[in-house]
């Protein structure tokens, strides 16, 4: 039986939306979720551009991990 396949959330925006935060909130925690392979680039779109994504599972996991070491997001 085979697992079902995780969407990835495209965008600064939805990334948020996943912890009900602002958008800039997400971008200033960039360099600390990229260190944890939270998220990665995509080349998506006409005309081609990058856009971050990530997976929920990983969001969350994160997110845990820092609940857990008692820091605050």
Known sequence: MSMPEEKVIQGWENIANVFGI??????????????AGVIFYM????????????????????????????EKF
């Open 43 to 70: 080349i998506t779109g006409q005309p081609k551009r990058k856009v971050v994504c990530a997976f929920p599972s990983l969001l969350k996991a994160w997110i845990s991990r820092k609940a857990a070491r008692g």
């Open 22 to 35: 602002h958008p800039s909130t997400m971008r200033r925690r960039k360099k600390e979720l990229q260190n």
